[in-house]
């Protein structure tokens, strides 16, 4: 029972996450990196397939797939996370340490998603 609530409650939190990036672009551009390029693109891209994979995790033929790509995409949003929680230019609307507690929260989200890479 609790691994089904705690599916539903990961393929929630990824579709809102991705459905966010179109609602609120302002934020997720100004959370990439300058160093990368084609911040529209990527903070579109990365909308997309949290959406997709957010969903893809509720069917059991798209659950491994939607669970890999997960996977990927937090490795791929690190650097953004990490240029939150170095960049300053979030405090004080976002807490210091809660930045730098997504850093290892990453980990723990990889981890939730492999769960579902079986």
Same mark, same amino acid.
């Given at each position: 029972m609790f691994a089904k609530i705690a599916l539903y409650a990961m393929a929630a939190f990824y579709t809102y996450a !991705?459905? =966010?990036h179109f609602r609120n672009p302002k934020f997720f551009l100004k959370i990439v990196p300058p160093w990368l390029p084609a911040h529209q693109?990527?903070?579109a $891209? =990365?909308?997309v397939v949290e959406i997709a994979c957010g969903i !893809?995790?509720?069917f059991p033929q798209t659950r491994i797939w939607a669970a890999w790509g997960i996977i990927a995409l937090l490795i791929a949003v690190f650097p953004a996370n990490l240029y939150m929680a170095? =960049? !300053?230019?979030? =405090?004080?609307?976002i807490a210091d340490w809660f930045l730098w507690l997504r850093l290892p929260l990453q980990g723990v989200l990889i981890w939730? $998603?492999?769960l579902y890479t079986k």
């Amino acid at each position: 029972m609790f691994a089904k609530i705690a599916l539903y409650a990961m393929a929630a939190f990824y579709t809102y996450a !991705g459905v =966010s990036h179109f609602r609120n672009p302002k934020f997720f551009l100004k959370i990439v990196p300058p160093w990368l390029p084609a911040h529209q693109f990527l903070v579109a $891209a =990365s909308g997309v397939v949290e959406i997709a994979c957010g969903i !893809g995790l509720l069917f059991p033929q798209t659950r491994i797939w939607a669970a890999w790509g997960i996977i990927a995409l937090l490795i791929a949003v690190f650097p953004a996370n990490l240029y939150m929680a170095t =960049s !300053g230019k979030f =405090s004080p609307q976002i807490a210091d340490w809660f930045l730098w507690l997504r850093l290892p929260l990453q980990g723990v989200l990889i981890w939730w $998603a492999w769960l579902y890479t079986k």
